[in-house]
């Protein structure tokens, strides 16, 4: 007769094992994981009987789905479906039947045969008619555990990779191999953890074989001694002849039943194959670095062993670290395993070092960013285990052994970013490179050959145009370069990302390529910084400084133009102080880094340190500077002191930025955004803020006249929006809301949601709206407007002040008086913190919160603010400023509202109307 049998792959050996209890007069079908059969229909024949196997790996795998019905199923339908329950581990529970369960958790295999028999009998699954042997040959009964057993302890910090065990024993028991061994490689980088993931599944899994044996397969030697160990143990002669011994060893070895063999950090030689185990019974798991195993395994027998994801390597850590940890310990286990890169070894010996030395994780991962090298160069917990950094020397050394410039490149790539180096750079800028390696990678099948021996040994990870390294083979690789080699491939490094650095960094094409590029370029600097310099020659150090300063100074200048302030300042900081060293503050190169340092600085709303760059610079610049220097110079200057009100001044260095472009021929040496354009876009700035629009207009006109990028191509709209609400031109308003619309629609996929020209068109289309009544288009737009700028700058930024201002008003227009109120006093608070309660831009604020407390019912409020806004613009710009109009217009409507024959109103509204006529011809 005929019985089913369902079960994961991994609970193969009590089929055998039942198969062997039950005899031959009965035979098992056996089928994997499945859904319920179906019921039994009247008139049909009856449906064969089918025993589930319950493990705790398969309730572990398998909660759910097809097996939830089984867990749920009451003993009526299980019989209804033929099916029977037969549970193998005790740790299985929640199962709802009971007459059609078998346990054979209780007692040895004698006990388990005889509860199996009766079960089957008296569901009637086994005929009476149909007899067992009374003493079968019975195969090893699973719980016993194996009958030869030599694996090393466990590994007590390995936790967790649940899937990748079951990956591995689903493998062991289903894929055959060229060899006609069903077996598994695992493979992958020195110190993942392949060795202690073989060791975890050899201690769960063991019960599942009859022999577990754990043999050292680095060399030749070391193999065949452990196999003649193995022998000895499986009965096999002593015989002189080791080749003969080892000969009879793999006979028996084939014989077996069921035999597991872990071959630890093994390589693919060809001495392999003469000792290759083979056999039905046979199952290999291979721990290696090399994961081409052709002739030995398939390619679906091979297992790629990553690093753990961040959370899951932190808990690790905290686990094998002990002791007590506060909550603060969970982020510093976080910031440790980020900066070890997740590896399970490194984070081992993090844990240990922490026990040893009785510190917190916060006090090593300070110890990590101050004396990282030596303690991955020399701390090991104990005498069995080296440091971290020599996990990877053996292979380095033999990866150039095989394949010369394998070195080289890996010291190249260890002064990059490691996560993203592509192909493509290295080989498109080859001879920035130059020497060997140049030559190397400026052909293609060379260069193929050192890829594929660095793969071959799991030291880097190949795309089809990138490479990957773990950041802890770059410290490696580091740790065994003298100063003066890495201040070699540091120079070679810098040298070739600042040639693939794109020099017109405002061109939007170029893009793409700067924000690869930009990790390479933070590297860069941070290895500079690491480098001791005092240990090598002057002409090696000034070359060096030399190129990575310019490097800092092109990747700075990019990130202002992206908007990116933190990290321009950053990168352009550290330009300047390397400038600094190697030049005089006189020199164009430190010049340009000043200017543009002041420039984030003034982004960034440090004014103070903005003017003290600005003037530092200026003071520096001497009658031999470059003409295009000293205009970039005096131009920074000048936009700096517009922020200061200091509107003459501001107009004479721009004038004198002006002029000395004109004794330039080209604009192309001067950085992004700058230029006749930029600068005479500033000069109408400064006499749109004095009040003399028709000036205004003919510098915008001429600024536009040269061609703009994206940086200034929307520099004219606000100027014109705001001569056409003086003059009432509608038509020309709701033309430029809708240009500004269009332009977003363009621009917003390519410079990002944030970026500072997209939030000024959100502002500048609002704005639009807002006078024309759009209430609800202005409020979306300024909305977005200020979430940009809460995300970009901060929300104590004078810009999101900017955007607070303009939604404030638009809210107390609307149906949220509170919110609009609040935001504008918030607004209000930012300027007078930022500029002093006497500047022009808080007169802006006063002005805007007073008409919105107009709005909202508080007159003596209202009226208050407003004329403290009026006498800080007469202050600051005279009695006749366009900006007054609307202070008078609002405060000559309040007057009106509390006395219709009011003789200060009627003046105040006749003022605001001269000096709408006064700007009337600028239109």
């Not at 890829?451 to 770059?474: I, T």
């Not at 520096?620 to 005096?634: F, M, Q, R």
């Not at 472009?661 to 000069?683: F, K, N, Q």
């Not at 608070?829 to 008409?851: K, N």
């Amino acid at each position: 007769m005929a019985l089913h049998i369902d079960c994961a792959p991994y609970d193969w050996m009590w089929v055998v094992w039942m198969s062997s209890a039950l005899g031959t007069d009965v035979r098992l079908d056996t089928a994997l994981v499945s859904a319920l059969p179906p019921r039994n229909e009247a008139g049909h024949p009856p449906l064969p009987w089918r025993l589930v196997i319950v493990s705790a790996v398969r309730v572990t795998q398998s909660p759910n789905g097809a097996d939830r019905a089984l867990w749920e199923s009451e003993d009526a339908e299980l019989q209804a479906r033929r099916t029977i329950v037969v549970r193998v581990d005790r740790s299985v529970s929640g199962l709802r039947a009971t007459s059609c369960l078998v346990d054979l958790t209780h007692g040895d295999a004698s006990r388990a045969r005889i509860i199996l028999d009766r079960a089957l009998r008296r569901l009637g699954a086994l005929p009476e008619t149909v007899q067992i042997p009374a003493d079968p040959v019975l195969v090893r009964f699973p719980p016993d555990g194996p009958i030869l057993c030599r694996i090393p302890p466990a590994d007590p910090t390995f936790d967790g990779r649940e899937d990748v065990l079951t990956e591995l024993h689903q493998k062991l028991v289903t894929a055959d191999s060229p060899s006609g061994t069903r077996g598994v490689c695992l493979w992958g980088l020195g110190g993942v953890g392949k060795t202690s993931l073989a060791l975890a599944y050899a201690h769960r899994f063991q019960q599942y074989y009859e022999t577990v044996w754990w043999l050292r397969a680095e060399t030749e030697a070391d193999l065949r001694g452990d196999l003649v160990d193995l022998g000895t143990r499986l009965g096999v002669p002593t015989d002189p002849d080791m080749s003969a011994m080892l000969r009879e060893v793999q006979q028996r070895i084939s014989e077996s039943e069921s035999i597991l063999l872990i071959l630890d950090n093994a390589e693919p030689e060809s001495w392999l194959q003469d000792i290759w185990p083979r056999g039905h019974g046979v199952r290999i798991i291979v721990t290696t670095r090399r994961p081409d195993w052709t002739g030995f395994l398939g390619a679906d027998q091979r297992i790629e062993v990553l690093p753990p994801e961040l959370a899951d390597a932190a808990h690790l850590l905290l686990r094998a670290s002990e002791g007590e940890r506060p909550p603060q310990e969970q982020e510093a286990a976080r910031a440790v395993a980020a900066d070890l890169g997740c590896l399970p070894l490194a984070l081992a010996h993090a844990a240990a070092y922490v026990r040893q030395s009785g510190i917190t994780l916060q006090q090593f991962h300070e110890l990590l960013t101050t004396s990282r090298q030596r303690l991955l160069n020399e701390y090991h917990p104990n005498q069995s285990s080296m440091p971290v950094a020599l996990t990877w020397s053996l292979s380095l050394r033999r990866s150039d052994d095989h394949t010369p410039g394998t070195a080289d490149l890996m010291a190249l790539c260890a002064m990059l970013a490691p996560d993203e180096i592509r192909r493509s750079l290295l080989q498109k800028h080859a001879s920035a490179v130059g020497g060997t390696l140049g030559i190397i990678l400026a052909d293609p099948v060379s260069f193929d050959a050192v890829v594929r021996s660095l793969v071959k040994y799991s030291l880097v990870k190949a795309a089809p145009d990138a490479l990957r390294l773990h950041r802890l083979v770059q410290d490696a690789v580091l740790s065994d370069l003298t100063a003066v080699d890495a201040a070699r491939w540091l120079t070679r490094a810098a040298s070739m990302i600042l040639r693939a650095f794109p020099k017109d960094v405002e061109n939007l094409e170029h893009w793409p390529a700067c924000d690869q590029l930009t990790a390479h370029v933070q590297a860069i600097v941070a290895r500079h910084d690491q480098l001791p310099r005092d240990q090598c020659a002057e002409q090696t150090v000034h070359a060096l400084i030399s190129v990575v300063a310019a490097l800092a100074l092109r990747c700075g200048e990019y990130q202002l133009e992206r908007g990116n302030f933190g990290t321009a300042d950053s990168l352009l900081s550290r330009a300047m102080e390397l400038f600094r060293i190697i030049t005089s503050e006189s020199d164009a190169r430190h010049l340009v880094a000043s200017a543009r340092g002041a420039l984030v600085s003034y982004r960034l709303a440090d004014l103070g340190q903005a003017r003290h760059r600005a003037e530092t610079a200026l003071a520096a610049c001497s009658e031999t500077t470059d003409p295009a220097t000293y205009a970039l110079v005096l131009h920074t200057l000048s936009r700096i002191l517009i922020e200061f009100s200091e509107l003459d001044d501001a107009y004479r260095l721009a004038q004198a930025a002006h002029t000395a472009l004109d004794r330039t021929s080209t604009d192309s040496i001067l950085p992004a955004g700058e230029g006749r354009p930029a600068v005479e876009r500033t000069l109408g700035i400064i006499e749109w803020r004095r009040g003399d629009y028709p000036s205004a207009v003919q510098w915008m006109h001429s600024a536009n006249s040269h061609g703009q990028d994206h940086a200034h191509r929307h520099s004219f709209e606000p100027l014109e929006l705001a001569l056409a609400e003086l003059t009432g031109d509608r038509e020309h308003i709701r033309s430029i809301g809708e240009q500004a619309e269009a332009s977003i629609a363009t621009l917003e996929p390519v410079l990002g949601s944030d970026h500072r020209d997209i939030v000024g068109l959100r502002n500048l289309a609002g704005e639009a709206a807002a006078i024309l009544g759009n209430l609800d288009t202005a409020r979306s737009m300024f909305t977005a407007a200020r979430d940009g700028l809460v995300r970009s700058h901060g929300s104590e930024h004078p810009s999101t002040a900017w955007a607070e201002r303009s939604l404030g008003g638009i809210l107390c227009r609307q149906d949220a008086p509170e919110e609009g109120l609040a935001l504008l006093q918030h607004a209000l608070a930012i300027y007078e913190r930022q500029y002093g309660t006497t500047h022009p831009y808080a007169a802006e604020g006063l002005a805007a919160l007073g008409s919105a407390e107009a709005v909202c019912g508080s007159p003596e409020q209202a009226e208050l603010h407003l004329r403290e806004a009026r006498r800080i613009v007469e202050l600051a710009y005279g009695p006749d400023h366009p900006k007054l109009v609307y202070i008078l217009e609002d405060l000559a409507a309040l007057l009106l509202a509390r006395d219709a024959a009011s003789t200060e109103a009627a003046a105040l509204s006749d003022r605001a109307t001269a000096i709408r006529l006064d700007a009337g011809p600028a239109s």
